[in-house]
C-alpha cells in the first residue's frame, strides 16, 4: 500500500508540472513535432490508415482547442498553425488517400481560414484520384472554383462530375450555370440539350428544358448585342437599347421570372440568376 501511495505522488509530482508546461505552452508549439510523411510510411509498415487517422486527429485536437478558447458567441480570430494543419493534412493523405476527414476539414481551414484555394482543390484533386465515388470531393473543387477564383470553366467540370458521381440534378444544373458564367453560353446550351434528351425522369427533363430556355434567351440577346457593336461601333447602353432599336425581336423572358439586363461589360445577365426565388438584383 505504501509502494503504491509512493507511486502515485511520484507521479503527481512528475504529471502536474508537465500539465502546466503543456497548458502554457504557445499554442504552435502544441500542435508539435511530426516526422516526416517518409519516415512515418517506412515504421507504419502495414498501419498506414492508422497513422494517417492520428494525424487528422491530431489536427482536430488542436483546432478543437483553439476554438475551446475563443470566447462563445464570438468568431475564432486567431486561425492557429495553419501551416501546420495543412501539412499534417497532406501527410495524412499520403499515408491514407482514402482518408475522408483529412479532405473534408482541409476544405474548411485551406479555403475560409487559411485562403490557400489553390491548395485546396490540389489535395481535392489527389482525394479523387482514390476517392472517385465521392460526389463530395468535386462539388467542394467546383464550390472553390466558382465562389473563390472565379474560374467558371473549372467549376462547370467539377460541378458535372459532382452530378455524375451523385445522380442529383442540381449539381448538373450548377455546371450549366458556371458554363454561361464562363463566357461559353453555346457550350451550355449543346450541354443542356443533351441532358434534355438523355434525362430518364420527367421532372428532371423538365428542369433542363426551363434552363435550356433560359440560355437560348442569353444567346439571342448576346447575338444582337454583337451585331450592334459591329454595325455601330460601340456597346449598347443597356438591354433596352437592343430592343428599342430593332436588334433584339420580341424582348427576352426570363423563364425563372427575372429580368434581363447588361452588365457594365456587356454580359448578358438576370435578377434571377437563372433560379427561382433569387433575390432581385
Known amino acids: 500500500m505504501a509502494l503504491l501511495v509512493a507511486g502515485l505522488l511520484a507521479y503527481a509530482a512528475v504529471i502536474g508540472p508537465f500539465t502546466a508546461y503543456m497548458r502554457d505552452k504557445p499554442m504552435e508549439e502544441k500542435l508539435g513535432y511530426v516526422p516526416s510523411v517518409k519516415v512515418m510510411k517506412s515504421v507504419s509498415v502495414d498501419q498506414k490508415e492508422l497513422a494517417g487517422a492520428s494525424l487528422v486527429f491530431k489536427v482536430l485536437m488542436y483546432y478543437g482547442t ?7 458567441g464570438t468568431i475564432l480570430k486567431d486561425p492557429g498553425d495553419l501551416q501546420g494543419m495543412s501539412r499534417l493534412l497532406h501527410g495524412a493523405v499520403q499515408l491514407d488517400p482514402y482518408n475522408m476527414d483529412a479532405y473534408y476539414f482541409a476544405q474548411g481551414i485551406l479555403t475560409w481560414d487559411a485562403h490557400q484555394y489553390q491548395v485546396a482543390n490540389a489535395l481535392l484533386d489527389y482525394g479523387m484520384k482514390y476517392r472517385n465515388w465521392d460526389w463530395f470531393l468535386p462539388f467542394f473543387a467546383g464550390f472553390n472554383n466558382a465562389y473563390f477564383l472565379k474560374d467558371y470553366k473549372k467549376a462547370a467540370h467539377y460541378y458535372d462530375l459532382a452530378g455524375d458521381l451523385s445522380g442529383e440534378p442540381l449539381y448538373k444544373s450548377l455546371a450549366s450555370r458556371y458554363m454561361q458564367e464562363s463566357g461559353q453560353t453555346d457550350l451550355a446550351i449543346a450541354y443542356l440539350s443533351g441532358m434534355v434528351k438523355t434525362a430518364k425522369n420527367d421532372a428532371v427533363r423538365k428542369s433542363y428544358q426551363l434552363r435550356l430556355q433560359a440560355f437560348l434567351e442569353v444567346s439571342r440577346i448576346e447575338k444582337a448585342r454583337d451585331r450592334f457593336a459591329r454595325e455601330r461601333g460601340g456597346m449598347p447602353a ?20 427575372g429580368t434581363f439586363y447588361l452588365e457594365p461589360d456587356g454580359k448578358v445577365a438576370t435578377t434571377s440568376k437563372f433560379a427561382f426565388g433569387a433575390k432581385k438584383k
Open 238 to 257: 443597356s438591354l433596352e437599347d437592343l430592343v428599342r432599336s430593332g436588334y433584339l425581336k420580341p424582348a427576352p423572358v426570363d423563364p425563372y421570372g
Open 66 to 72: 483553439l476554438m475551446g478558447q475563443a470566447p462563445k
